[in-house]
């Protein structure tokens, strides 16, 4: 499987000739869902959910479908009828040949007084990669890849670090790195992979790995 890290939470995977798109937000480049067959959606927070993202990859590929949970699908079932699935914790489906697990509920806590909104996590092909959205899901097997929210308003490096501990994956990719300068990049680099306990690994957007 070859995985391409775009702009900030979104990430683009290719297996046998298709290719399946995770999160194409508003932080990711414009034709970040063109040529994908599936798209998923972790939630409805802009920086992961961008109609005119999901419209551009939609309209350049007539079977392109989307999956993603109820907050997202009411938004836009009516522009895409018959193209848009509606998934929850707990719900297994195929998605452009790809085997999809749909982990967790919550978005992470930002604040107490702000409501939490809904969000799942997509774990692909039996643990390949896992991809949590705006939470810190423990999916109940293996991960062999994980895509680390690794700088956001609702965590810190303890959390990041703790995360990565509990999962055991087997290598750990940066993701939701936008709001994180190039000067930080080494604080976090160095103390995830001192201490996570894993192959702390980041991907510049465009850049790809097989995994």
Known sequence: ???????????????????????????TEEDAALGAEAILVTHE???????ERLRAGLEANPAAEIWTLKSVAEQISAAFPGRVHTVGHGDTFTAAGFD????????????????????????IDGGTVF???DALTVPDQPVETLMLPVMAPWNKIAEVIEYVREVKPTRAYDIHDALLTDLARPIYDNQIGALGGTEHLRLTPGASAQV
């Open 45 to 51: 927070h802009p920086d992961h959910f961008n109609e």
């Open 1 to 27: 499987m070859k995985l391409t890290k775009k702009t900030h939470a979104c990430v683009r995977l290719e297996k046998d000739g298709r290719t399946l798109v995770i999160d194409p937000g508003t932080f």
């Open 131 to 133: 991809h949590p959205g």
């Open 100 to 123: 999809v697990q749909v982990h967790g509920e919550l978005h992470a806590v930002i604040h107490p007084d702000i409501p939490r909104i809904t969000n799942v996590g997509y774990l």
